[in-house]
């Protein structure tokens, strides 16, 4: 099923009802600002599950949390010294995947070596969604290489029988994000993508 929101407000009845699908252990696709992504409550591992046996990967790889806004971010981010809080205010919100070292706020399955990827989009139905959960989305971008899907109507064509709702609120740049590694002294650039990098 597609629910259409306006792409630059999104109405409130919306994202009550979608955060209501959310909490109920509910799997959405939905645009961010790079690409179309499948999403649910970091904090519900079934629905993570869910998300994991839909793209088919390895469990062991690194889920990304996509917040609201630093705030958020820091709270699932271990340690954030001077120069690499200043590096984030920078690149987010924005077409940016971070890797730091994970808090004890991120669950353990979705760290990584005890690490998480963290993302701010820059589009206000990311925003305004997670702001209104109070929790950060798990997100795992959807980007078949042989068939880019960058429609709200190809998604749910593809997948719309393993979703819970296709979100329709704009079309995404069809660009993966940039994933920088700040674990590090210095970033390190793991994929090239829609940021550039260095700034």
């Given at each position: 099923?597609?629910?259409?929101?306006?792409?630059?407000?999104?109405?409130?009845?919306h994202?009550?009802?979608?955060?209501?699908?959310?909490?109920?252990?509910?799997?959405?696709?939905?645009?961010?600002?790079?690409?179309?992504?499948?999403?649910?409550?970091?904090?519900?591992?079934?629905?993570?599950?869910?998300?994991?046996?839909?793209?088919?990967?390895?469990?062991?790889?690194?889920?990304?949390?996509?917040?609201?806004?630093?705030?958020?971010?820091?709270?699932?981010?271990?340690?954030?010294?001077?120069?690499?809080?200043?590096?984030?205010?920078q690149?987010?919100?924005?077409?940016?995947?971070?890797?730091?070292?994970?808090?004890?706020?991120?669950?353990?399955?979705?760290?990584?070596?005890?690490?998480v990827?963290?993302?701010?989009?820059?589009?206000?139905?990311?925003?305004?969604?997670?702001?209104?959960?109070?929790?950060?989305?798990?997100?795992?971008?959807?980007?078949?290489?042989?068939?880019?899907?960058?429609?709200?109507?190809?998604?749910?064509?593809?997948?719309g029988?393993?979703?819970?709702?296709?979100?329709?609120?704009?079309?995404?740049?069809?660009?993966?994000?940039?994933?920088?590694?700040?674990?590090?002294?210095?970033?390190?650039?793991?994929?090239?993508?829609?940021?550039?990098?260095?700034?």
């Amino acid at each position: 099923m597609i629910l259409s929101l306006h792409p630059e407000t999104p109405q409130m009845r919306h994202l009550e009802r979608i955060g209501e699908v959310l909490r109920q252990d509910g799997v959405i696709a939905y645009p961010t600002d790079t690409l179309f992504g499948l999403g649910c409550l970091a904090s519900r591992k079934k629905a993570v599950d869910r998300i994991q046996a839909l793209k088919g990967r390895d469990p062991k790889k690194p889920l990304s949390m996509l917040c609201a806004d630093m705030g958020m971010l820091c709270r699932y981010a271990r340690t954030l010294d001077g120069p690499a809080f200043r590096t984030l205010k920078q690149l987010l919100p924005g077409p940016y995947t971070v890797v730091l070292p994970a808090s004890r706020e991120v669950p353990r399955y979705l760290q990584n070596k005890q690490t998480v990827g963290l993302r701010i989009p820059d589009h206000p139905f990311c925003q305004a969604l997670t702001h209104l959960l109070g929790e950060p989305i798990l997100t795992r971008s959807y980007a078949p290489v042989d068939t880019p899907l960058n429609t709200s109507w190809e998604i749910e064509d593809e997948l719309g029988h393993a979703l819970d709702l296709v979100v329709d609120c704009g079309q995404p740049l069809g660009v993966p994000s940039t994933v920088l590694d700040m674990t590090g002294e210095e970033p390190v650039l793991l994929r090239e993508g829609a940021g550039p990098w260095p700034v």
